[in-house]
C-alpha cells in the first residue's frame, strides 16, 4: 500500500489537500484517510493528475530522432525512414523502445498506443520499464496478393507472441495507400477474431485523399465503411483531411481520432483535424506525438500544448481549451481503449503523475490544467505511479543511464554499418 | 578566468571537441588551450551554444500566468489584463520579473527585449540575477493630447531612472490602436535624442490592420514612413498582417520583426508572420515568447520549436529549418541589438549555455540544433554563463525558491486584494 499524503488534487476545479491511498494497483480512499502503509509519500507541493496516455506514436523510431529533418512526408518516408527501417532488427528496437518508454515514463505518460516492427522487441520493454501499452503489429501489402499473405502471417505470428506479455494488442494497417481494401478487410477480421484492437493512419494529407477517390471513385470513409472496417476497435491517427459527413459517419461507427498536431504541423499536411466538428459530431478524440522522427519528442506536455495552440489559431481562440487538451490526453482515450485510467477516482486504476507545485513554470497557480498544458515541463514530473507501482520518483527513472549507454552503443553500431 | 575543458562545439555542422577558455565577461579563446583558471567546467558531456534572446515579452506578466484563460485577444486585454494591471505596483513588478528572470536564465535565454511598468523595478530585477536585457518606458496615449503629455513626461523621468541601471533601453509606444500617429512620432524623437530602441506591436489582428486604414485611409506601414517612424531602433513585435510591399519597405528602412508564433496561434491571430517573404526582402526576423498571460511559458526553447512548427505548417515543410529558428533566436537579435553575442567565437561575450548531451531528449544527436529545436527541454540545460558569469550551474539558480517563496506571498496579497 502506498499513501500519498496532502496532496493536491482537483475538486470542482479547485485544489484541495487530501490524502490518496493506493492498494495493488488501485486507488483506495480519497480524503481524510490514514491506513498504515508500506511506503508514504510527503505530496505537500505536488498536484496528483492520472498518466497522460499517449495514443499514436512509433516509439522505436526514437532511433531516428533529428535524422532526417525540415522534409516534406512523401520523400521523407521514401528517403529516409523506409530504407532505414530495413534494416532493423528485434535488438535494436528493444533499445530504442526501451529509451523511448523512459521518456515517456518521465514526462508523464503512463500509457502508450504503438505502431511499430517487432513488437515483442517493444513488449519486453514494455514490461521491464512498467509503462502501460497497447501494441500493434504493422503491416503493408502495397496491393500485392503475396505480399498480403506472407505479411498476415507474419502478423499472426507476431500477435500471437505478444499474447506472452502484459499488453493490449492490435493489429495495424499502415494507411490506404500502403495496404489494399482486401488488406484492411483481413486486418478487421482478425481484429473481431482476436478482440483486439486496429491500428491505423487516416487521411493525414490531401494527396492520400485525392489519390484514393481518382483510384476507387469512392471517399476513404465510405470505402472503409463498406468493407466493414469503421467500428470500435478502429482507433485512427491524424484524420485531418475529413468532409462533415465523414466525421458523422465515424462517430456513429464509435472509431476513435487520434490528434497529432506536432506531426502534422511538421510535415506540413496543410489542414488541422477538425476538433469543433468531431466535438459536435460526438467523435471520440485522443491525442498523439506521433514516432520521434517526426514530432521529435515524446512529450505529452507539450503535445498538450501544441494541440490547444493548433485549434486555437485554426478555429479560433474559443474553440479549444485547456480542458480539452487534458481531456484528449486522459478520459478520451480511457474510453477508447476500456482502461479504467485517466481520472483520479476511487476504485480507478493507479496510473497517476505527481507534479512538482514548487517548479516555477507551476506559479503563480490561478488554474492547475491551465498551467499543465500551457506552462509545465518534463522537469515539474516529480513522480509516476503506473499500476500502482513507482516507476519515476524525484524525477529520476531507476537505470536510465544504464539504458541510454546501452542505447547508444547499439545505434551507433546500426547507423555506422549504413 | 573560465575554462570549458572537452566541451562539444559545432564546426562546420559536426560535434568537435574543444576547451573554450572565458577572460573577463569575454571568449578569450577556443580549442587545445590549458590556461590557468579559477574554475574548471568538465563539458565532456555538455554542448556549448550562445545563449538565446527572447524578443519580445513582458516579463512581470508572470504574475498573470494562467490567471484569464481561452479568450480572444480584444476581451482579454479589456476585460482582464488591463483591469488588473492599473493595479500594479513597483514592488509586485520587481517580483514577478524577477521570478521570470529565473525562468529565462534556467531555460537558456541570457537576453530579453521587455516592454512593461515600472522598468526601474524590472532593472533592478535584471542587475540581481545576472540576466542581460534592453528594458522599455512604455505607454499609451488613447489618442488624448493630454495623456500623451502626461506619459511622455512619466516616460522620459523612467528612461532617465534606467541609466543606473546595466540595461539597453528603449521607448515602447504600445501599438496604433492605443497611441495617436503624433505619440509615435514623438517616441521616435526621444529615441533618437537618447540613443535607444523603439519597442513596438506592429500588425498584430486583422482588425488592427483594417481600423487603421479605415481611420487613416493609408496602411499603417506607410503612415509610420511618413512619419519617420521606420529605422533599425525600431524592432516590432508579431508582424503578422504585412503585405509584401509593407515587408519590402521595412527591410529597407532596416526595422526588425520579432516572431511570437506561440502567442500568435494561442490568442488565434489568423496568419503566420510571413518568414519566406522577409528572407527574401532580407528584413531581420527575431523570436519572442511574448508575455506570460499569452504564452504561458517563457521558455525560448519551446519557442524555437514552435516558431518552426507554425512556419512549416504555414508555408511548407522545406520553408524553414531548425537553423532558422536557432538564427532568429541569437545571431539575427545579436546584430539588431547590437551585442557581440549569439555566436561562440573568440573575442564574442562570454553569454553561453551548456547543454547536458546525457539527458534523454538529446539522444541519439544526429544533429544538435535539430534536437536543440524539436525535441530539448528546460531540463537538458545544465550551465548558464552571461557576460563571463555563471548564474545557473546544474540546472539551479542559487536562491530560486527563495525568490518562488516571496514572489507567491506578494501574489497572493495582490489578488486576494482584487
Given at each position: 500500500?502506498?499513501?500519498?499524503?496532502n496532496?493536491?488534487?482537483?475538486?470542482?476545479?479547485?485544489l484541495?489537500?487530501a490524502?490518496?491511498?493506493?492498494?495493488?494497483?488501485k486507488?483506495?480512499?480519497?480524503?481524510?484517510?490514514?491506513?498504515?502503509?508500506?511506503?508514504?509519500?510527503?505530496?505537500k507541493?505536488?498536484?496528483?493528475?492520472?498518466?497522460?496516455f499517449?495514443?499514436?506514436?512509433?516509439?522505436?523510431?526514437?532511433?531516428?530522432?533529428?535524422?532526417?529533418?525540415d522534409?516534406?512526408?512523401?520523400?521523407?518516408l521514401?528517403?529516409?525512414?523506409?530504407?532505414?527501417?530495413?534494416?532493423?532488427?528485434?535488438?535494436?528496437?528493444?533499445?530504442?523502445?526501451?529509451?523511448a518508454c523512459?521518456?515517456?515514463?518521465k514526462?508523464?505518460?503512463?500509457?502508450?498506443?504503438?505502431?511499430?516492427?517487432?513488437?515483442?522487441?517493444?513488449?519486453?520493454a514494455?514490461?521491464?520499464?512498467?509503462?502501460?501499452?497497447?501494441?500493434?503489429?504493422?503491416?503493408?501489402?502495397?496491393?500485392s496478393?503475396?505480399?498480403?499473405?506472407?505479411?498476415?502471417?507474419?502478423?499472426?505470428?507476431?500477435?500471437?507472441?505478444l499474447?506472452?506479455?502484459?499488453?493490449?494488442?492490435?493489429?495495424?494497417?499502415?494507411?490506404?495507400?500502403?495496404?489494399?481494401?482486401?488488406?484492411?478487410?483481413?486486418?478487421?477480421?482478425?481484429?473481431?477474431?482476436?478482440?483486439?484492437?486496429?491500428?491505423?493512419?487516416?487521411?493525414?494529407?490531401?494527396?492520400?485523399?485525392?489519390?484514393?477517390?481518382?483510384?476507387?471513385?469512392?471517399?476513404?470513409?465510405?470505402?472503409?465503411?463498406?468493407?466493414?472496417?469503421?467500428n470500435?476497435?478502429?482507433?485512427?491517427?491524424h484524420?485531418?483531411?475529413?468532409?462533415?459527413?465523414?466525421?458523422?459517419?465515424?462517430a456513429?461507427?464509435?472509431?476513435?481520432?487520434v490528434?497529432?498536431?506536432?506531426?502534422?504541423?511538421?510535415?506540413?499536411?496543410?489542414?488541422?483535424?477538425n476538433?469543433?466538428?468531431?466535438?459536435?459530431?460526438?467523435?471520440n478524440?485522443?491525442?498523439?506525438?506521433?514516432?520521434?522522427?517526426?514530432?521529435?519528442?515524446?512529450?505529452?506536455?507539450?503535445?498538450?500544448?501544441?494541440?490547444?495552440?493548433?485549434?486555437?489559431?485554426?478555429?479560433?481562440?474559443?474553440s479549444?481549451?485547456?480542458?480539452?487538451?487534458?481531456?484528449?490526453?486522459?478520459?478520451?482515450?480511457?474510453?477508447?481503449?476500456?482502461?479504467?485510467?485517466?481520472?483520479?477516482?476511487?476504485?480507478?486504476?493507479?496510473?497517476?503523475?505527481?507534479?512538482?507545485?514548487?517548479?516555477?513554470?507551476?506559479?503563480?497557480?490561478?488554474?492547475?490544467?491551465?498551467?499543465?498544458?500551457?506552462?509545465?515541463?518534463?522537469?515539474?514530473?516529480?513522480t509516476?505511479?503506473?499500476?500502482?507501482?513507482?516507476?519515476?520518483?524525484?524525477?529520476?527513472?531507476?537505470?536510465?543511464?544504464?539504458i541510454?549507454?546501452?542505447?547508444?552503443?547499439?545505434?551507433?553500431?546500426?547507423?555506422?554499418?549504413?
Open positions: 500500500m502506498i499513501l500519498i499524503e496532496a493536491k488534487v482537483l475538486s470542482d476545479g479547485k484541495k489537500s490524502n490518496i491511498l493506493i492498494e495493488e494497483n486507488i483506495k480512499a480519497i480524503g481524510d484517510v490514514k491506513d498504515k502503509s508500506d511506503y508514504v509519500i510527503n505530496a507541493e505536488l498536484a496528483v493528475i492520472p498518466g497522460l499517449n495514443s499514436h506514436t512509433h516509439c522505436a523510431m526514437t532511433l531516428f530522432r533529428g535524422y532526417a529533418e522534409m516534406p512526408l512523401q520523400e521523407w521514401e528517403k529516409k525512414i523506409w530504407p532505414a527501417e530495413a534494416r532493423l532488427n528485434e535488438e535494436i528496437v528493444y533499445w530504442a523502445s526501451k529509451l523512459v521518456e515517456m515514463l514526462s508523464g505518460t503512463t500509457f502508450f498506443f504503438d505502431m511499430y516492427f517487432f513488437p515483442s522487441a517493444t513488449a519486453r514494455v514490461e521491464e520499464t512498467g509503462i502501460r501499452a497497447c501494441l500493434s503489429s504493422a503491416f503493408f501489402d502495397f496491393f496478393k503475396d505480399l498480403l499473405e506472407a505479411n498476415l502471417k507474419r502478423v499472426e505470428k507476431e500477435l500471437n507472441e499474447k506472452n506479455f502484459k499488453v493490449l494488442r492490435a493489429i495495424a494497417p499502415h494507411a490506404v495507400y500502403t495496404v489494399s481494401l482486401e488488406g484492411l478487410k483481413r486486418a478487421m477480421e482478425i481484429a473481431e477474431k482476436e478482440d483486439i484492437f486496429v491500428h491505423f493512419h487516416l487521411a493525414e494529407t490531401e494527396k492520400e485523399v485525392i489519390d484514393f477517390r481518382k483510384k476507387n471513385g469512392n471517399g476513404i470513409v465510405k470505402a472503409l465503411d463498406e468493407i466493414g472496417f469503421l470500435q476497435r478502429l482507433i485512427s491517427a484524420c485531418v483531411w475529413l468532409e462533415k459527413e465523414e466525421i458523422e459517419l465515424m456513429k461507427r464509435k472509431v476513435s481520432a490528434h497529432c498536431p506536432t506531426s502534422n504541423m511538421k510535415l506540413s499536411v496543410g489542414k488541422a483535424l476538433y469543433p466538428e468531431m466535438k459536435k459530431a460526438g467523435l478524440v485522443l491525442l498523439g506525438t506521433d514516432g520521434t522522427a517526426s514530432n521529435n519528442s515524446l512529450d505529452m506536455l507539450r503535445e498538450m500544448k501544441v494541440s490547444a495552440l493548433l485549434q486555437k489559431f485554426y478555429y479560433g481562440a474559443d479549444f481549451k485547456a480542458v480539452d487538451a487534458f481531456k484528449i490526453a486522459t478520459e478520451n482515450a480511457s474510453k477508447a481503449f476500456g482502461i479504467k485510467a485517466g481520472k483520479v477516482e476511487v476504485g480507478w486504476l493507479a496510473d497517476l503523475v505527481l507534479i512538482d507545485l514548487s517548479k516555477i513554470p507551476m506559479n503563480p497557480c490561478h488554474d492547475l490544467i491551465a498551467n499543465l498544458v500551457y506552462s509545465s515541463a518534463s522537469e515539474c514530473i516529480d509516476v505511479i503506473v499500476d500502482g507501482k513507482i516507476v519515476v520518483e524525484n524525477g529520476y527513472f531507476e537505470g536510465e543511464e544504464k541510454l549507454e546501452k542505447f547508444n552503443k547499439i545505434a551507433e553500431k546500426f547507423f555506422g554499418s549504413a
